[in-house]
């Protein structure tokens, strides 16, 4: 299919899918002078970075499959209540992704991976402006630090390799003392000895405001958004001719993109894809009224969790499961995480709380899925993003959309094929 010239910006494309990649692809093609329409199930803001920390965590760019990760799978599954969990029951059915997944865990692959990530990271802010004004993005992202502490000097020991490495590809940390992180962050004071400062990374006011301010100015910018699951494509002509809904209207278009998070599942056989993505549950508890004044993002790293002020309350999560195929969620996960963050901080208010689930669609080496369909040229894939999907929303949008203009992409996406597995 021919892409849009520059006299004839009049293509129409759909995207399916309304989370944080999703929006963003499809404010991207709207400024580039697409007629857009999105299509999600779910009203605006209620998607999986709703319930993430919140970060855009430009220096994250180390793959899950650290050196050593196999020793620790066993404690995973006998531990419910660490940081990471394993379903015992879904073993079997995850086998075969876990294989993949500690193929990843030699030091060239994880130093591939990346260099390939921060192709990507470097970008986000940029890419993000480029989505929207000045003023909105000031006021959508809190422009302080993330910190990261921990219970003894063994914590910051640990993440010295990966911080050599982040150095070398752009990404600065910095060791804080006790006095550094009391002078940062008032309510740590006396509660840690041992932190590192990242000073690139930032944070959102409200991940849920987020959202739904991008959905917003996507609408107001002439964008149509629709309430309803997609079924399938039809095809006409060996490309995509339209997408049929469950209420059995049809939507045609030029191009389609697939930005729906673990949901892309469901398209997998009719598109012949052969990709190992998994559902990986991320908890998030949200307490209204928590009686602190937090400044800042903090990852407690020897908890596994984080907490990050918002406008709507300080959002306390991050703990992830392994589920398999079962979409059922643990609450019990969610109540563990106020349990541990009550130890930190015996004064934190929890009369009035919301907890949610939020599933990452995570592929074995950690990098999203970026590409064309290899059976229909005018489906672009926007998958895989895991637990970076707030902050790789903007610069995915962007080279989604550079696909569908022809011209080159701003970065190399070689390695976020659709076909490397």
């Known amino acids: 299919m021919d892409t849009i010239s520059n006299t004839q910006k009049s293509q129409h494309a759909v995207v399916i899918g309304g989370g944080i990649v999703g929006i963003c692809c499809a404010l991207s093609l709207l400024h580039e002078g697409f007629e857009v329409t999105l299509i999600d199930p779910a009203r605006p803001g209620d998607s999986t970075a709703k319930w993430s920390c919140g970060q855009l965590s430009v220096g994250e760019i180390i793959p899950l499959s650290k050196p050593g990760i196999l020793t620790k799978i066993p404690g995973w599954m006998v531990d419910q209540t660490g940081p990471l969990a394993l379903r015992p029951k879904a073993l079997p059915s995850l086998m075969p992704w876990f294989f993949r997944f500690l193929g990843n ?114 609408i107001s910018e002439g964008g149509k958004r629709i309430e309803a699951t997609v079924k399938q494509f039809l095809e006409k002509d060996h490309v995509a001719s339209a997408v049929i809904l469950d209420s059995g209207e049809n939507i045609s278009a030029d191009y389609f993109v697939l930005a729906a998070g673990i949901g892309a599942r469901r398209f997998f056989k009719q598109l012949n894809m052969n990709v190992p993505l998994q559902p990986v549950a991320g908890y998030q508890v949200v307490v209204k009224d928590s009686g602190l004044k937090l400044n800042h993002s903090v990852i407690y790293g020897d908890g596994g969790f984080c907490f990050t002020p918002m406008t709507r309350g300080l959002q306390i999560g991050g703990t992830i499961e392994f589920t398999g ?13 106020l349990q541990k963050a009550k130890k930190i901080f015996p004064e934190l208010n929890t009369t009035n709380i919301e907890s949610g689930i939020g599933y990452r669609p995570l592929l074995p080496d950690t990098k999203p899925i970026i590409d064309r369909s290899q059976k229909y040229n005018n489906i672009l894939l926007a998958i895989g993003h895991g637990q970076l999907g707030l902050t790789l929303g903007a610069i995915t949008g962007r080279l989604i959309t550079d696909l569908a203009m022809g011209r080159k992409p701003a970065v190399d996406l070689s390695p976020f094929s659709a076909t490397r597995f």
């Open 105 to 218: 865990s030699r030091r060239t692959r994880i130093e591939d991976i990346a260099g390939s990530m921060a192709s990507l990271t470097h970008h986000v802010f940029n890419e993000y402006k480029n989505l929207l004004d000045e003023e909105t993005f000031n006021q959508l992202i809190v422009n302080r630090p993330v910190l990261q502490v921990f219970d003894s000097q063994k914590g910051v020991e640990g993440e010295q390799g990966h911080n050599q490495l982040r150095r070398k590809l752009g990404f600065e940390s910095r060791v804080l003392s006790g006095e550094d992180i009391a002078d940062l962050e008032p309510e740590l004071k006396g509660k840690f000895t041992h932190g590192i400062l990242l000073p690139q990374w930032r944070f959102v006011a409200d991940t849920e405001a987020f959202l739904v301010s991008l959905t917003e100015k996507f």
């Open 325 to 337: 195929d079962s979409l059922q969620p643990n609450f019990k996960r969610a109540e563990l995480i």
